[in-house]
């Protein structure tokens, strides 16, 4: 199984951005899909979650603010950034454990900046 994720770029604060992770194969079976980011210089951080079932976890810094969705028929996850502030910068990863196998997307780069 791949994950791969896009959409990211460069964007001004305020903007939003919607990125995407696409799976190799069909996510209806997958348990939960993370979304990570790395700061430059900072250690990756749990964004968001979304389980099988539809239930969604946020870190407190992007609640109201990110929302993760999933098309099951797509095989994608989505990750809707809205209000972008500079500390949002980083490379954002999309994550899952299939039966005790991480499997990491490649990363996509998010720059807010004015």
């Known amino acids: 199984v791949q994950l791969q994720a896009s959409g990211g770029g460069l964007v001004r604060p305020g903007d939003s951005l919607t990125l995407s992770c696409s799976a190799s194969?069909?996510?209806?079976?997958?348990?939960?899909i993370h979304w990570y980011r790395q700061a430059p210089g900072k250690q990756i951080e749990p964004v968001a979650l979304i389980n099988n079932r539809g239930i969604t976890h946020y870190r407190d810094s992007v609640k109201g603010r990110f929302t993760i969705s999933r098309d099951d028929a797509k095989d994608t996850v989505f990750l809707q950034m809205n209000a972008l502030k500079a500390e949002d910068t980083a490379i954002y990863y999309c994550?899952?454990?299939?039966?005790?196998?991480?499997?990491w997307g490649q990363g996509t780069l998010v720059t807010v900046s004015s």
């Open positions: 194969r069909s996510i209806s079976s997958f348990g939960a």
């Open positions: 994550y899952t454990n299939i039966e005790g196998v991480n499997i």
